[in-house]
């Protein structure tokens, strides 16, 4: 498995990537095959609870409710918040044991699965959430279309990712896991939002990474022609320091951390 970084746009993405088959037997039965651990609940409570603060701040209109999507769910923290605060909330996620816990434990209406075509026929949302599942999916482009068919007019839709740029660590080994087959830059980012139909109303980056948040686009995408400066020099800067820190001679290894640690090196 490698790496690539487009030296055009600054887009990183895994070549070779798994299979639509590979993908659908890790998350379905490798990728979290039990209930979820008090030390999960205890870390993505938090992250929900940071999002949701985000949102009161950054969505128009958010006291008034509405009805919202969560796009793999997980175990449903995040949708229960959003439930607690006034929303008609729906998730679908394909781990059965989270969805388990997410109706038995929280009460949620959570269908196991994955998002497709077939999901939500006939239902129309005010907010579509994608929190931490667009750097897993094959085509980001064609998920955030789906997602913009089950919103109104009106509807908004969030996404966050892993920012490539800024780990939420110096380092840890599931930013660059196989599940994820795509990386993100703020940049790279609102490309692939823009790409889908929708125009940027705010982002952020966050303690989890960057967050997005977003309506229909008035007119098509036409930003191909002047790609903004992704600076991929220092993506590829950024890759090559994580190979030194895992693999480097030990005292590069330690001096890379810590001139990361003080926002000296990428």
Same mark, same amino acid.
């Given at each position: 498995?490698?790496?690539?970084?487009? +030296? =055009?746009?600054?887009?990183?993405?895994?070549?070779?990537?798994?299979?639509?088959?590979?993908?659908?037997?890790?998350?379905?039965?490798?990728?979290?095959?039990?209930?979820?651990?008090? +030390?999960?609940?205890?870390?993505?409570?938090?992250?929900?609870?940071? =999002?949701?603060?985000?949102?009161?701040?950054?969505?128009?209109?958010?006291?008034?409710?509405?009805?919202?999507?969560?796009?793999?769910?997980?175990?449903?923290?995040?949708?229960? =918040?959003?439930?607690?605060?006034?929303?008609?909330?729906?998730? /679908?996620?394909?781990?059965?044991?989270?969805?388990?816990?997410?109706?038995?434990?929280?009460?949620?209406?959570?269908?196991?699965?994955?998002?497709?075509?077939?999901?939500?026929?006939?239902?129309?949302?005010?907010?579509?959430?994608?929190?931490?599942?667009?750097?897993? /999916?094959?085509?980001?482009?064609?998920?955030?279309?789906?997602?913009?068919?089950?919103?109104?007019?009106?509807?908004?839709?969030?996404?966050?990712?892993?920012?490539?740029?800024?780990?939420?660590?110096?380092?840890?080994?599931?930013?660059?896991?196989?599940?994820?087959?795509?990386?993100?830059?703020?940049?790279?980012?609102?490309?692939?939002?823009?790409?889908?139909?929708?125009?940027?109303?705010?982002?952020?980056?966050?303690?989890?990474?960057?967050?997005?948040?977003?309506?229909?686009?008035?007119?098509?995408?036409?930003?191909?022609?002047?790609?903004?400066?992704?600076?991929?020099?220092?993506?590829?800067?950024?890759?090559?320091?994580?190979? /030194?820190?895992?693999?480097?001679?030990?005292?590069?290894?330690? /001096?890379?951390?810590?001139? =990361?640690?003080?926002?000296?090196?990428?």
């Amino acid at each position: 498995m490698r790496w690539l970084v487009c +030296k =055009r746009c600054g887009f990183v993405y895994q070549d070779p990537r798994p299979s639509e088959e590979e993908l659908h037997s890790i998350y379905s039965e490798k990728f979290r095959p039990g209930p979820p651990s008090e +030390k999960y609940l205890r870390i993505i409570g938090t992250d929900a609870d940071q =999002r949701l603060d985000w949102f009161q701040h950054n969505l128009p209109g958010f006291t008034r409710g509405g009805k919202a999507l969560d796009v793999g769910c997980a175990a449903g923290l995040f949708l229960k =918040r959003l439930v607690d605060a006034g929303w008609q909330g729906y998730g /679908i996620e394909p781990e059965r044991a989270y969805v388990a816990y997410g109706r038995e434990e929280l009460g949620l209406d959570i269908t196991e699965g994955y998002f497709d075509s077939a999901s939500f026929a006939g239902h129309q949302f005010d907010l579509v959430v994608i929190a931490h599942v667009i750097e897993h /999916i094959q085509d980001p482009v064609g998920l955030l279309q789906l997602a913009g068919e089950r919103l109104t007019d009106d509807g908004y839709l969030f996404v966050e990712t892993p920012n490539a740029l800024r780990p939420k660590e110096p380092f840890y080994t599931s930013f660059l896991s196989s599940p994820h087959l795509h990386l993100f830059s703020p940049q790279t980012l609102a490309q692939t939002v823009q790409r889908a139909g929708f125009q940027v109303l705010a982002s952020a980056n966050g303690q989890r990474g960057l967050r997005m948040l977003a309506r229909r686009a008035s007119s098509a995408y036409d930003g191909d022609a002047q790609l903004p400066y992704n600076r991929p020099w220092r993506l590829r800067l950024l890759f090559a320091g994580y190979r /030194i820190a895992r693999w480097g001679p030990f005292w590069i290894r330690r /001096i890379y951390r810590k001139l =990361r640690s003080m926002g000296h090196a990428v």
